[in-house]
């Protein structure tokens, strides 16, 4: 089995450079509760259930600060709602839709800084 490191991101059907190892993604399925209900004499049962509300997904990757980057940071956050990424790892191929920048980037004036994207939008398509 291999693990995961290093895969493709796509967005908008531009393949896109980032900082290596900074992908970090939530497929949106939502959060569990799980509650108990009493059977009577000390014994209980659980209630699962999905916060439908906490059921969007998660995508954030680092670019390194460039013209070329900062250009396409602002293009997706100006495309609220209705941008696509499709990642691509060894075993997988994803894809988020309508997705939106919901962090304000900061780009600093530094050769090492990097600028962080982070998205949110509907739960993964496989």
Do not use: C
Request: charged share 20%.
């Amino acid at each position: 089995m291999l693990g995961l490191v290093d895969g493709q991101v796509i967005i908008n059907n531009q393949n896109i450079a980032l900082v290596p190892n900074s992908v970090e993604r939530r497929y949106g399925r939502g959060e569990t509760t799980v509650a108990t209900q009493s059977l009577g004499a000390g014994n209980v049962d659980t209630v699962h259930s999905v916060d439908n509300t906490t059921a969007k997904s998660y995508f954030k990757f680092s670019m390194k600060v460039t013209q070329e980057n900062i250009d396409a940071v602002d293009a997706w956050k100006l495309n609220l709602g209705a941008n696509v990424i499709r990642y691509i790892g060894t075993d997988s191929n994803e894809i988020y839709e309508q997705m939106s920048v919901i962090n304000d980037p900061t780009y600093p004036d530094s050769n090492d800084a990097v600028i962080e994207v982070e998205f949110e939008g509907n739960p993964l398509i496989k």
